[in-house]
């Protein structure tokens, strides 16, 4: 009886040791956003371009609905972040949001794309020949955008009209700028911590001009910054400047907004920012549901 | 010759046509957080319990550095979120808080784990014999973080001994419970829209109770409410009376902060409230760089 008794323990023993062994698996694509790398040659840029796609995922109600896409630059940084925010505020017991198609768009040369103009200018007003030679590229880039990528996102996605084009920093100018250049491309805007500074002031200049008092401008624009520099900063003040311009023009149908984050750096300000932006855009979807 | 132009014309053409197609590849894995889920045996509560594990990524410079971490309750509604803001905050570009390892526990039964008594009471102090029967196990589920959970991770992953706690309304009031009854266990807590309500408020009687005026408690606490049925409902107005007995107290080496987001409900202010909370336990740590 004690040799069976011991051996029953020492079984168990073994079997709570075997038991309590942690055993993994991967389960990646189960716990984060379903996502694809897909490549496009862009003639216009001359070169092969990565984009990341996201959709959201679908069920049988979703049959024959269509998207919402956010296109979202420096890719690298934000797209998996915006992904993840859009499947979550979009779950049938957040619903925040729409079901959205994210795209991110990774960076080739980033100083070439994102900039409006050719300037060797840094943020202090010095010429800084090594980094900003190529910059000014940014209208090429909008044309790939308008002509090569969205094109072939609305062939290969269920993609619905609307549209939101996103960035931070160098992308916050670049959105900027599409929306006084190329307002039709997209139905709502997102300039996080735009580089105000570029060129002079140039984009504020733009604004300036373009704006036309009065006017009706059917879009959404959320533009933020956050501390660089504090509250006498020249980012910071350039921010204001733009907000003063857009409340100065009186545009009809132009639904914006300026938040500000002191308490934020120029990189983690992204993370509120992008999240207030899509509470912003998306407040009267939310409402009338 | 035309031959031959006409032959490089149709062969550009196609190369072209072949170049443009877009063609996708699955990286899912470079997208997102590297994360694997582990299954243990938990003796204590008889069952098989999944985790989710996030690790940084090392380089070099990590080779003998050991990580803080993150415990998430709601594991699939928060973990990747968390493993995001952890993996990008704790950027080398960033630097606004370590290289963090987060752990997400799934629930198997919620109400069972995350509530501290056994009652039958819903938020409105009515008797809902169908949903909260096996309420009230939170004290064993916090025996099986401290004594089977932790245990593990530290064994199998290179952990540092700072711990945070962190979980949102049944979660939080787990967290909160945990901070009270055994605050050794972590060193910051995070409770986002705790459920005060449970059992005639038995957490805020406890928080009373438990809490010495004038001791030290050298902790760190972020607690949070969204807009939970308006600045005069319940549920807000439990949050401050939990705000007034902690400042009430008077505890010495107690760092703690309350945010209450007007413009978030139930559903979105998790994230938001992850970073904030996030950035408030890490201030000091982003200050002594």
Redesign the interface.
Known sequence: MKLITYSFQWLTSLF?IV??Q????????N???????????S?LLNEERKV??HCPKVDSADANKRFPVIYVMDGD?H???L???VD??S?P??L?MPKTIVIGIPNTKRTRDLTPTNSLLNYEGKADSSTYTDSGGNEKFLQFIETELIP?IDK?YKTAPYKIFAGHSFGGLSALNCLLNHSDLFDAYIAISPSLWWDKEYLLRMTEEKLKSGSALDKTFFYSDGNEGGSNSFFHKNLLKLDAIIAKKKLKEFDYLYKHYP???H??EP??AY??AL?FIFKDWEKRR
Do not use: C, K
């Open positions: 709570l038991a309590f942690a055993h993994s698996q991967n389960t990646q694509a716990l984060y956003p379903s996502s694809e790398v897909v490549t496009i040659h003639r990341y796609v940084n797209f998996a972040l992904a993840q925010y979550y505020l779950r017991d957040v925040a072939m290969n308490t934020e750096t990189m983690t993370i509120v999240f207030d509470r």
